[in-house]
Nanobody, 114 residues
Framework: QVQLVESGGGLVEPGGSLRLSCTAS????????MGWYREAPGMQRELVAF??????RYSDSALGRFIISRDNTKNTTDLQMNSLKPEDTAVYYC?????????WGQGTQVTVSS
């Protein structure tokens, strides 16, 4: 059974940091591209960062503030988020993709507010 389980969300003040983690099981993790998406209220789900074994891609809003990483020995992918802004408030989803196989986690809430 495929599972993507996110953790690490919460409430943080502007300028603060959070680290999201995603633990995967039930599929060949090392063969999949892994990503983080987010969905704010009333907005479409958007890519934040994506990592394969060869490359990393960031959205414009994440570039320079967020760092995505993966550990193929632990089947995990993390998103380190720094210098958080109120507009980063959203539900963050872990995502796995390989060709037509696409998996999503259930999401973790990140709220940036003073």
């Amino acid at each position: 059974q495929v599972q993507l389980v996110e953790s690490g969300g919460g409430l943080v003040e502007p300028g603060g940091s959070l680290r999201l983690s995603c633990t995967a099981s039930g599929f060949a993790f090392s063969k999949f591209g892994m990503g983080w998406y987010r969905e704010a209220p009333g907005m479409q789900r958007e890519l934040v960062a994506f990592i394969t074994n060869e490359a990393i891609r960031y959205s414009d809003s994440a570039l320079g503030r967020f760092i995505i990483s993966r550990d193929n020995t632990k089947n995990t992918t993390d998103l380190q988020m720094n210098s958080l802004k109120p507009e980063d408030t959203a539900v963050y989803y872990c995502h796995a993709k390989r060709f037509a196989w696409i998996y999503w986690g259930q999401g973790t809430q990140v709220t940036v507010s003073s």
